[in-house]
């Protein structure tokens, strides 16, 4: 089995479990269970926020290099079945990441290499142990990110950092990526999965259509104009106000002010 889940109290938590490979992604049986449990996620009603960890001493290794070697799954094949190949598949991880009303949180405890760093960079927060280190080392195969991640990585380094990254293919540490904004934290190994825990805890605590609404608010304010984004804002806000959450939220914190006098 290669991946794991487990869902409480609003989190589902996904667990890449393919040491062996120190949890390439691009294998079929991999991409294949993890998209599943992602959209098991996000049809769930109950689940706001899904977390994404690893077991083993790596995040993920990204592509699986014996398989590019080979020329086997999703290298396999003329040019033409490769390129429909990756749009079936890693791009679709991509492009879940990119558009779920999920709060995706990465809980990186080690490398995070190519398509394994483009994971952790389509997540909405991550936060990392000491041990975590990145890279984009697409170009040291003799290829480039064909799962998107050079759309994901100057979105959140910057253009020109990005640029430094991708064509050096250099690893940098979790304090560099701190720096960088590619994790929010670095924590000691030990405390990862309560900080992690405590964080997802926190998002799922929050009335669940306020921060489907939020994370919409986000996602569009990378690409909309301000008019436009003023009109979706106005539009979302007057459904908010309309749900039984909302309701409730108002009517306890009347109750506690209540209380006081």
């Known amino acids: ?22 949890n390439a992604i691009t294998g079929e049986e ?17 689940v706001v926020v899904t977390v994404i960890e690893a077991v083993g001493p790596a995040f993920s290794s990204g592509g699986n290099v014996k398989d590019m070697a080979a ?17 079936g598949t890693i791009q679709q991880l991509t492009r879940f990441l990119a558009t779920t009303d999920l709060v995706t949180i990465a809980s990186v405890n080690g490398p995070a290499v190519g398509a394994g760093f483009d994971l952790v960079l389509g997540c909405d ?7 975590a280190r990145f890279a984009h ?10 799962d998107g991640g050079a759309w994901l990585l100057p979105r959140v380094v910057g253009w020109q950092r990005a640029t430094e990254l991708a ?3 250099r690893f940098i540490s979790a304090a ?42 986000l996602r569009q304010a990378k690409t909309m104009d301000l008019d436009g984004f003023l009109e979706f804002s106005a539009a979302l806000q007057a459904i908010a106000h309309t749900t039984p959450e909302h309701e409730t939220a108002v009517a306890d914190y009347v109750g506690r002010l209540n209380s006081r006098d």
Do not use: Q, W
């Not at 991999?30 to 109950?46: F, I, S």
């Not at 927060?125 to 041990?131: A, T, V």
């Open 167 to 169: 064509l050096t293919a």
């Open 125 to 131: 927060l991550r936060i990392g142990s000491r041990n």
């Open 176 to 217: 560099e990526a701190e720096s960088y904004g590619v994790l929010l934290e670095v924590v000691p190994e030990d405390k990862l999965e309560a900080r992690v825990g405590e964080l997802a805890t926190s998002i799922a605590s929050k009335p669940r259509p306020a921060v489907v609404m939020a994370k919409r608010l």
């Open 30 to 46: 991999m991409l294949e269970t993890l998209l599943d449990a992602l959209d098991d996620a996000e049809t769930d009603p109950d």
């Open 137 to 146: 080392t697409f170009i040291e195969m003799g290829i480039i990110p064909g």
């Open 1 to 22: 089995m290669t991946i794991r889940t487990k869902t409480d109290n609003g989190v589902a938590t996904i667990t890449l479990a393919d040491p062996e490979t120190r």
């Open 71 to 87: 020329r086997e799954g999703l290298f396999a094949g003329a040019p033409a079945e490769m390129t429909e190949r990756y749009r």
